[in-house]
T-cell receptor, first 114, second 119 residues
Framework: DTEVTQTPKHLVMGMTNKKSLKCEQHMGHRAMYWYKQKAKKPPELMFVYSYEKLSINESVPSRFSPECPNSSLLNLHLHALQPEDSALYLC?????????????FGPGTRLTVL | AQKITQTQPGMFVQEKEAVTLDCTYDTSDPSYGLFWYKQPSSGEMIFLIYQGSYDQQNATEGRYSLNFQKARKSANLVISASQLGDSAMYFCAMALATYSGAGSYQLTFGKGTKLSVIP
């Protein structure tokens, strides 16, 4: 089973709202990732958690706040977003931190900021 | 700097024919991994195939095979017997080791190739 789940599938929020995206995997993977993907562009890495510790933060604005409560769960807290933050947000996981490890992606959350 | 190049923004292929999607990469690191992902219009990134830089043989997974030419730094995806469900965006990606903490690597993606399968 290589399933990564993400909720919600779609989210519409105003610029003053606070919302959270959720990602879950039960494959025993120890690395989890958040990507942002604009239309017709490749995914851009935002954050990497390795063994529940934040190991990479690709200079993402502080209005995006990641959290890894345990090895199976990854959240992305959103606050005071801008319309340009509208995008597909993809979560992925991989067994560990090796170059041979495949990242398995979830179905994504389509976010619209009004 | 690490770089992945996909030079074909769009490709058309007749159903049941084979198609090759091009990918070239640039890195000075001798240790790297190359991946191909498929992204249908629904948005999910689906893993297709992997090739390690030290692998001696080209990777194959069902109808997918990877034509790995290390000296030319190319890792082209070959899809045999195309099906209508193969219509999607295809991304080539390279994994490079990072040393930024507990051990992780980053995927660098190409810009993608949109494949359309014609009945």
């Amino acid at each position: 089973d290589t399933e990564v789940t993400q909720t919600p599938k779609h989210l519409v929020m105003g610029m003053t709202n606070k919302k959270s995206l959720k990602c879950e995997q039960h494959m025993g993977h120890r690395a989890m990732y958040w990507y942002k993907q604009k239309a017709k562009k490749p995914p851009e890495l935002m954050f990497v958690y390795s063994y529940e510790k934040l190991s990479i933060n690709e200079s993402v604005p502080s209005r995006f706040s990641p959290e890894c409560p345990n090895s199976s769960l990854l959240n992305l807290h959103l606050h005071a977003l801008q319309p340009e933050d509208s995008a597909l947000y993809l979560c992925a996981s991989s067994p560990g931190g090796f170059r041979t490890d495949t990242q398995y992606f979830g179905p994504g959350t389509r976010l619209t900021v009004l | 700097a690490q770089k992945i190049t996909q030079t074909q923004p769009g490709m058309f292929v007749q159903e049941k024919e084979a198609v090759t999607l091009d990918c070239t990469y640039d890195t000075s690191d001798p240790s790297y991994g190359l991946f191909w992902y498929k992204q249908p219009s629904s948005g999910e990134m689906i893993f297709l195939i992997y090739q390690g830089s030290y692998d001696q043989q080209n990777a194959t997974e069902g109808r997918y095979s990877l034509n790995f030419q290390k000296a030319r730094k190319s890792a082209n995806l070959v899809i045999s017997a195309s099906q209508l469900g193969d219509s999607a965006m295809y991304f080539c990606a390279m994994a490079l080791a990072t040393y930024s903490g507990a051990g992780s690597y980053q995927l660098t993606f190409g810009k993608g190739t949109k494949l359309s399968v014609i009945p």
